[in-house]
T-cell receptor
């Protein structure tokens, strides 16, 4: 029940295309869903996050779509660029709505390669 | 924001030895976290370290194997004890800000 399942494991997209990464969770008590971006040799960095009271959140070229009834959420990267090539992790957390005090449960990651 | 510095950034160690990883944060934080990231795998929480109290370990991780110190609000250490090749991994220090969790760059450990 604590798992977060992420797919695909790897993704190759042409420059300018749309990258889509999907995650599914079981625990309906999760209330915070962040995406982290990790470049080689670096630690993960928060990219964008959503809470279950909204179905979509957009920040620049990055959009999270959230489907509460299906217990799924996805990351869309529009106009993908070679600089977006990285590993992306979805995560979910239990805890206070405002403070995200729960521990993050991470998906296994998706290695994205954007070809020029 | 929080800036996290980890030392060493990488190391190659012999089986049976121990390695202590240091984590320094540029601001005072109540909770510090240690994660393990195995090759091609997810990030797994090892333990949560609060200043002035014993660390809380997640299932599958024990203090004898991964002793943690938290002497003040900006510093923590994780020791990987009696290492085996299965301990080869990236170890990440993390702290939580307001609605954001920050990670250090990690320590890449290879055990021969």
């Amino acid at each position: 029940q604590q798992q977060v399942k992420q797919s695909p494991q790897s993704l190759i997209v042409q420059k300018g295309g749309i990258s889509i990464i999907n995650c599914a969770y079981e625990n309906t008590a999760f209330d915070y869903f962040p995406w982290y971006q990790q470049f080689p040799g670096k630690g993960p960095a928060l990219l964008i996050a959503i809470r279950p009271d909204v179905s979509e959140k957009k920040e620049g070229r990055f959009t999270i779509s959230f489907n509460k009834s299906a217990k799924q959420f996805s990351l869309h990267i529009m106009d993908s660029q070679p600089g977006d090539s990285a590993t992306y992790f979805c995560a979910a957390s239990l805890g206070d709505y405002g403070g995200s005090q729960g521990n993050l449960i991470f998906g296994k990651g998706t290695k994205l390669s954007v070809k020029p | 924001s929080a800036v996290i510095s980890q030392k060493p950034s990488r190391d190659i160690c012999q089986r049976g030895t121990s390695l202590t990883i240091q984590c320094q944060v540029d601001s005072q934080v109540t909770m510090m976290f240690w994660y393990r990231q195995q090759p091609g795998q997810s990030l797994t929480l090892i333990a949560t370290a609060n200043q002035g109290s014993e660390a809380t370990y997640e299932s599958g991780f024990v203090i004898d194997k991964f002793p943690i110190s938290r002497p003040n609000l900006t510093f923590s250490t994780l020791t990987v004890s009696n290492m085996s090749p299965e301990d080869s991994s990236i170890y990440l220090c993390s702290v939580r800000g307001t609605d954001i969790q920050y990670f250090g760059a990690g320590t890449r450990l290879s055990v021969l």
